[in-house]
């Protein structure tokens, strides 16, 4: 496998599960700013070809009322420590090796082989079925941040990469070091779209930042911790049985 | 049939003399193709187009001493202000005709023949006050280094390196060369390669990860 690069600066998320309301607002402001078309020509409720680099999924105890509880769990790329991803790539279209610790997607780059997709274990990415065909109108109102991508290429959430590029010249401008600066100035789409401010983003290496001491709690975790890809996402629940899903472990393992 | 064959083997004994001659018609052949593709072709693939009035950086920089930062400036947030827009020329251009008025000035004077670069001056001026100070519109300039929409650039990051390292206008161009299209992509001819922009990152220490320039 191959071995873990260092990064001084290293971006992550907190998700907390249990402040999430399943409105799914933060898929919404993922597609609006990273242009992810409507899907008008196909059924776009088929969840097999959809694209939606932010997903949440519902999860529930498996138990009855009045047990029951449940919980919305959302998925971004979790931007591996060890992708998994990457070494797959033919073609070198996926990387992790800038500063920050996001994966790289290029998609002029990709040949739409989707070996990556077949070994993420997340299912973040995402391949393009058609081509990005946007109602006439809505055309206009398509982010600068986001190029838009062909058919036939693969894509997945780059935790709006444009935004931590801008945030550097901010800083630049305002004479801070472009590798230490404030959390707000660098904030993903879903972050701050989230009504019940369930997300939290920021620089997990770095103390001023609000990640940093979060992702320390006990009640922290991230997914499938036990194939070792190192996520720069993590989630937050006081419910151990969230917990204990968000490992996969088999119903009679202990 | 008989008879043309032999007229053929009769021709080609010409060329059979020396031993290297019978390629050279291959040879000729391969030139004659090199050249095209190399020089003839990529042309063929470009269209010229001129800028839609003449604006003279020689004029504004030079001879008036505006500095680069009246134009081209950052924004607050470390963005690059770009090209300057019309209200913005308009704080100068408003109401004053500066090269009319200084042509009738001078016209006063006994024998006045106006210059030819005076001639054009007056004529670029009244085009533009004309067509876009008077109306608001905005000029449609043609930028000759626009990048693919996947490329991210960043003008603060590369603030310590003088622009014309990057770009064919500067402080002193007079005439705005015509920007050279590319019939298939839409491209300028002048746009930088990613093997330019990567292998001064490369000289400099800086890092060529994907991410840092693309979106």
Known sequence: MAAVKDFKVKWGMIIDVDKCTGCGS?????????????????DASNKVRALSWMLVYELNNEKTYPEYEHAYLARPCMQCGVPACVPVCPVVATEKNEEGGIVSQIPPRCIGCRYCMAACPYHSRYFNWHDPIFPVGMDKTLSPNAALRPRGVVEKCSFCHTRYLKAKDRARQEGIDPMNFPQEYYQTACTQNCPSGAIVFGDLNNPEHS??????????????????????????????WVRKLGDNYLKDEK | MEENK????????????????????????????????????????????????????????????????TCHYF???GSFSGIPNTESCATCHEGSSYVADRVESESGE????????????????????????????????????????????????????????????????????????????GYSKNTMKMAECESCHAEKGQSNACYVCHK
């Open chain 2, 110 to 185: 006994e024998g006045y023949v106006m210059p030819v670069e005076t001639k054009r001056a007056l004529d670029a001026e009244t085009e533009y006050m004309e067509k876009y100070v008077e109306t608001g519109k905005e000029v449609p300039w043609l930028v000759y280094q626009y990048q693919p929409d996947n490329v991210f650039f960043s003008h603060k990051a590369h603030e310590s390196i003088t622009c014309n390292t990057c770009h064919i206008v500067d402080g002193a161009t007079n005439d705005n060369p015509v920007l050279q299209e590319n019939k298939l992509t």
């Open chain 1, 26 to 42: 933060c898929m919404i402001a993922c597609q609006t700013e990273n242009n992810i078309a409507p899907m008008s020509e196909d």
């Open chain 1, 211 to 240: 990640v940093y001491e979060m992702k320390k709690s006990p009640n922290a975790f991230r997914l499938l911790e036990k194939l070792g890809l190192d996520p720069q996402v993590y989630y937050y629940t006081e419910r151990e």
């Open chain 2, 6 to 69: 032999k007229e053929k083997t009769c021709k080609c004994k010409l060329f059979a003399t020396c031993k290297c001659c019978k390629y050279l018609p291959f040879f000729i052949g391969f030139l004659v193709t090199l050249g095209f593709g190399w020089l003839i072709f990529p042309n063929l693939m470009l269209t010229d187009k001129e800028q839609p009035v003449w604006f003279s950086h020689k004029v504004h920089v030079e001879e008036q001493g505006e500095p680069c930062e």
């Open chain 2, 75 to 77: 924004n607050e947030d």
